[in-house]
């Protein structure tokens, strides 16, 4: 499950996730300015007349957008469409799971906040509150790509003649403080999407230009109208988190502060308890009572244990010891180190078989890692300085001696969607005297005394690559390396989660190593990272030039503050087509003009994700869905009691369990 806005994800604590980066799920559709309703500044707190108020009054401003009719129109409006409910395809987990149990697994930092939209809460924490936990109206099937399954619709049916999804909602959806699910809660989530005061300038953005219009039938039953008919308007219409109106009564200009730490009620399997929250040691989630989903067809067998406990472990090495003691029930692998040195085969836990160590093969577009050149940052905006990073930076060496030849390089922005996106588009090789020849062409060519390049200013060839990956430390030295070679001088700057996130996003990094975590799609995006209305206030004069008094626009996607007027046009006319002909052919043309700028470094992809667990946590027999991003992603463990009484019985007595190294290779694709 994900939701709409990519978020970061800068923690290695999260569950198996490869890396941090953004998941939401989809883009804007276009890079026509916002709508006067979604982008005007919102009224200042001592004018705002209350969220009651200011709903009937946007749904009265804005009635081309909101509309409301009768059963009898939507026997009208729906004649002759088909209702798909996926009754024809397989259920996604193991209905047999056992429930209860605690699960204790950790988290790099304390959230900043308990919110899962605005400023700041767009960290890890979030998936467990929001992205991988509450229920959209409708998701992809993670096993069968092109199919959507239900959850909290019943059924749907696409009207392509006029760019419309209807949606039948289930009338057992309950909030979780026992409200139940409604359209006025539908309503209000697209009123708080598009409002200014969310603080959420993307969002606000993407409600804008992806859908033209909301009509509610009954308490049960509306209608999405997209701008765009685009081959996933299922998933665009449907993918989506809503929220609780009756929660959001105090929702204002202060919103932001007033919600920092209210717990929303939930649609999903998990809450948290007042009572749970240890600042700033530890998060515990509850499940749900009577949860309404439990006997779903697609939910059952999921989200099994009663309670997850989440330990605050800031420091890595710390965590692993924790895992290792036993205070942990599982462990991501994140790096080769962990599976191969730190908890090797011949690891006295993995011998005795307390610790199971597994292999998922999955089959998802990889997050894009690499390194985000800043182009708003002194000579980053030099072409030339950026070509020759390109073949400075020796992520090939990466691939070889960090990853021992588990991890290749990434070929274009964009692997891992079926096709090859470009197959002129090739990661440049590491290459110390081209990188030079580039560095000399923007005036970098004498040599100082520590091997760096300085130019006729004495400006030398140095720049700060900003990370929050501690487990990458390593890797980032590899490349430091490396790139003293050419004459180019890497600093390393490990930020914790919290900075690290509120520094990229403000766009005050040189060079971030970074990435998103990509939501499984049928097809790329490029607004979020490469539209220049994305990177800069006002990008352009008006003869469609740069403007030199541009300033950086913080809180988007756009890392590299890329603004290029020939990719301006190709992304307004890809988010506009209908067919997946057109897509590929410009999604190979925008791969080609991001290549040729040059200000994303190919990082690295792996066709599997790793991690460690106790033997009482079970997993179905194929282990997780052929997409899954990680092991939380669909929550299909669950706590054996049986196992876990005889392994903690075996371990007090000194006698050892089964080996067990597993290796889910279902879905792994042959070359």
């Keep these: 499950m994900h939701s709409i806005r990519p978020f970061f994800l800068f923690c290695f604590a999260v569950g198996g996730l490869f890396l941090a980066g953004c998941g939401k799920q989809a883009a804007p559709s276009s890079t026509q300015p916002a709508s006067p309703a979604a982008a005007s500044p919102g009224p200042k707190a001592n004018t705002f007349p209350g969220m009651e108020a200011d709903l009937q009054r946007t749904l009265k401003e804005q009635s081309s957008f909101y509309h409301f009719k009768t059963a009898a129109d939507l026997a009208q409006d729906t004649q002759g469409l088909k209702w798909e409910d996926a009754s024809d395809l397989p259920e996604i987990a193991d209905p047999a799971a056992k429930k209860g149990g605690t699960l204790n697994d950790f988290i790099a930092d304390f959230p900043g906040t308990f919110r899962t939209m605005g400023p700041d809460a767009s960290t890890s924490f979030r998936q467990f509150l929001l992205d991988y936990t509450a229920p959209v109206f409708a998701m992809p099937h993670p096993n069968v790509p092109g199919r959507e399954i239900p959850q909290l619709a019943t059924a749907w049916a696409l009207d392509s003649a006029h760019k419309t999804v209807y949606f039948r909602l289930d009338p057992d959806a309950r909030w979780s403080d026992g409200v139940p699910f409604t359209t006025d809660d539908v309503v209000f989530t697209w009123y708080y999407y598009r409002s200014p005061l969310i603080n959420d300038p993307w969002m606000n953005d993407f409600y804008a230009k992806t859908y033209s219009g909301l009509t509610v039938y009954d308490a049960h039953t509306f209608s999405v109208t997209l701008t765009q008919l685009k081959p996933d308007s299922v998933d665009r219409a449907g993918n989506i988190n809503p929220y609780p109106k009756h929660f959001f009564k105090d929702f204002g200009p202060d919103w932001v502060k007033t919600y920092n730490w209210r717990i929303c009620p939930t649609l999903g399997a998990y809450t948290i308890r007042e009572e749970d929250i240890k600042r700033p040691t530890s998060i515990t989630m509850t499940h749900v009572k009577n949860w309404w989903g439990e006997n779903k067809r697609f939910m059952r067998g999921r989200f099994n244990p009663d309670r997850l406990h989440f330990a605050v472990i800031r420091d890595p090495d710390k965590a692993f010891e924790a895992f290792v003691r036993g205070d942990l029930d599982i462990f991501p692998l994140l790096n080769p180190q962990s599976w191969y040195s730190k908890l090797s085969n011949d690891q006295p836990s993995v011998v005795s078989g307390f610790t199971v160590k597994a292999t998922f093969y999955n089959q998802i577009p990889p997050s894009d890692i690499g390194l985000w050149l800043n182009e708003a940052m002194p000579f980053l905006g030099n072409h ?9 930076t020796n992520f090939a060496l990466v691939c070889q001696q960090y990853f021992r030849g588990d991890a290749t390089i990434q070929q274009t922005t964009s692997d891992g969607y079926g096709w090859d996106l470009n197959p002129a588009v090739k990661p440049r090789p590491f290459d110390p005297a081209k990188a030079r020849e580039y560095f000399a062409k923007a005036g970098f060519v004498n040599q100082g005394p520590d091997g760096v390049l300085v130019n006729q200013n004495g400006h030398r060839l140095s720049f700060t690559i900003t990370s929050t990956y501690k487990r990458y430390s390593d890797l980032l030295v590899i490349l430091k390396q490396e790139a003293l070679k050419a004459g180019l001088e890497y ?39 490469y539209a220049g209305v994305n990177a800069y206030d006002a990008p352009y004069l008006p003869d469609g030039s740069p403007n030199p008094a541009r300033k950086t626009k913080p809180n988007t996607n756009n890392l590299s503050s890329v603004a290029i007027p020939a990719l301006e046009p190709l992304i307004k006319q890809y988010d506009a087509v209908q067919t997946m002909e057109e897509t590929k052919v410009l999604a190979a043309k925008m791969e080609q003009i991001v290549y040729d700028d040059a200000s994303w470094v190919n990082g690295w992809k792996q066709p599997f994700f790793r991690l460690a667990y106790r033997p009482w946590v079970k997993w179905p027999k194929d282990f997780n869905p052929m997409q899954s991003l990680d092991y939380w992603n669909f929550w299909e463990m669950w706590i054996d009691p049986d196992a876990q009484k005889a392994a903690l019985a075996a371990k007090a007595e000194g006698r050892s369990l089964p080996k067990q190294i597993l290796i889910y290779d279902r879905y792994k694709e042959t070359p």
């Design 491 to 529: 600093n390393i700057e490990m930020l914790d989660e919290v900075t690290g996130d509120q520094k990229i996003e403000e766009k005050k990094h040189e060079i971030a190593l970074i990435g998103f975590s990509r939501s499984v799609e049928m097809y790329p995006r490029y607004w979020e990272t």
């Design 384 to 392: 030339d300085v950026r070509l020759g990073i390109q073949y400075a």
